[in-house]
């Protein structure tokens, strides 16, 4: 563990907080610019998916691999590694000449951003011994997410506008750089005192699962679920998800240790990221496309917009760690998965005469649900779990978010598509008061109800005495002093 003063602990949260800032509102940030980028490189829709997914799908296939090597080789070491490699990557992405440039340097920034969230969230969890002061800390982190997933179509929006898209990476380099300094100078290192191996198999295979389903969902728009690439897409993912399962437990020193997930609640706190990240995503996805190109808002506009989402998102946040360290996750994540539901529920009937007022406060009720459900994720995923793996446990939560939003993208993008090709199939075009994308609306109610359904669950005595085998199965080991 690691022995830092009262000012110096927070401080060093501090930095840890502005780069999850960074790498979280990167994945939002684009949003608001895919019109502008699709009309910079004459983009599909197709290619605009993979604008956002190719980013998120190299954070989810790395951010274990990430935590693990900073167990190994040192936690400050990784973490200026990925600040260094995000901020120039994010320059690269500022200077694309090209679509494929543009993915390839977004893949490139990604490999940099999974060395500093789940590295980040280890250090504070060694920074911070107290339990107490560890729960408000995490509280911080979630409400840094919150924040920073919210606020990212409002900043990218003012940057489109008044600069032009390539601005939404360029503003990363001065604000990485700065990052760079301060850590360098002011976080402490750790690491666990027996390093894990690098799994190098597990790797390759989450990857190729998570890039396959994603291909899959991405491509049937347009070729159909029947199609050949989409059949062997779906094939490759489900025959590299059970060689996962059946090669993990035996490799002595796992990617994955699947002992994890016998911990209710941790594996409630994984369910529920994905989902409540995939209605996350879905949700600003589909919700950008309908303002700028069904309401003709301008980019600015169109985030503005969704400032009552980043408001509530902000003000739930740091309310949701308070009352998770207090009281436990349950009550936060039934008032969260309803919120959720709620939402999708009111864009149910979205056309493009929907009065702006119900557009707002639908914004608002999902705003509140988001803000909610971030602290209790990550508070259950690494509460209880050994500090020396405590890089892994955190990946496994950043993953699943990470997760959740390419598959809400890719899902979001799958609908909007089908609607197109449906509505050209009947001979029609969308018009005013036609349903805008019904489906993924009431996509985004099942996953508030699933959330609700998860946090009751996975939050009584035997889920807690699920993790309690599980932690005494782990056997703890002391971490090293810097």
């Known amino acids: 563990m690691l022995d830092t003063g009262g000012r110096r602990r927070w401080g060093v949260l501090a930095i840890c907080c502005s780069s999850l800032l960074l790498v979280s509102m990167d994945n939002t940030i684009v949003n608001v610019a895919l019109p502008a980028i699709r009309t910079s490189f004459d983009a599909s829709l197709a290619g605009l998916q993979w604008t956002v997914d190719a980013y998120v799908l190299v954070l989810a296939s790395l951010l274990m691999l990430a935590g693990s ?3 190994r080789i040192g936690r400050k070491r990784t973490f200026l590694i990925g600040l ?12 694309a000449p090209s679509l494929g440039w543009l993915i390839a340097a977004r893949m490139l920034q990604a490999v940099g951003g999974s060395m500093l969230n789940p590295v980040a ?3 504070i969890t060694n920074v911070f011994t107290d339990a107490r002061e560890r729960a408000q800390a995490i509280g911080v982190w979630g409400a840094v997410v919150g924040l920073s997933l919210a606020l990212g ?4 929006g003012a940057l489109t506008e008044s600069v032009g898209w390539r601005a939404i990476f360029l503003v990363n380099v001065p604000l990485g750089a700065a990052a760079l300094l301060l850590a360098s100078r002011y976080v402490p290192d750790s690491r666990a005192a027996r390093p894990r191996r690098v799994d190098p198999v597990g790797q390759v295979l989450v990857a190729v699962t ?3 389903l994603v291909d899959a969902i991405i491509t049937a728009p347009e070729q159909g679920w029947g ?11 489900a025959a590299a998800l059970a060689a996962l399962l059946v090669y993990e437990p035996r490799c002595s020193e796992p990617l994955i240790d699947l002992r994890f997930f016998r911990s209710a609640p941790f594996s409630g706190a994984t369910v529920t990221a994905v989902i409540a990240f995939s209605a996350f995503s879905l949700f600003l996805f589909v919700n950008t496309l309908y303002l700028q190109d069904v309401r003709g808002f301008s980019a600015l506009e169109a985030g503005l917009a969704t400032l009552p989402l980043a408001v509530a998102s902000m003000a739930c946040s740091p309310l949701s760690g308070r009352i998770v360290s207090r009281s436990g996750p349950r009550g936060v994540l039934v008032v969260s998965g309803i919120a959720l539901a709620a939402a999708g529920l ?5 056309t493009g ?30 509460s209880g779990m050994p500090l020396a793996q405590a890089g892994v446990a955190a990946a496994v939560a950043s993953t699943s978010r990470q997760v959740g939003q390419s598959l809400g993208v890719a899902v979001g993008g799958a609908v909007i598509g089908s609607a197109v090709v449906g509505t050209a199939a009947a001979g029609s075009a969308l018009g005013p008061t036609t349903p805008f994308a019904p489906a993924a609306w009431w996509l985004v109610v099942g996953c508030g109800l699933a959330v609700t359904a998860l946090g009751l669950v996975t939050s009584g005595r035997w889920a807690q005495a699920s993790a309690e085998r599980v932690r005494a199965a782990l056997d703890p080991v002391a971490e090293v002093r810097a």
């Open 69 to 71: 090597t900073g167990d």
């Open 84 to 95: 260094t490699v995000f901020t120039l990557a994010s320059a690269g992405c500022s200077l």
């Open 121 to 123: 969230m280890s250090i």
């Open 153 to 156: 179509p409002i900043v990218g």
């Open 210 to 212: 998570l890039v396959a």
């Open 227 to 237: 199609s050949l690439r989409v059949l062997c897409s779906l094939a490759v993912a």
């Open 346 to 350: 009111l864009l149910t009937g979205l």
């Open 353 to 382: 005469r929907t009065p702006l007022l119900l557009l707002l406060g639908a914004y608002t009720v999902f705003g509140i649900g988001f803000g909610l459900v971030n602290a209790p994720i990550t508070n259950a995923a690494v």
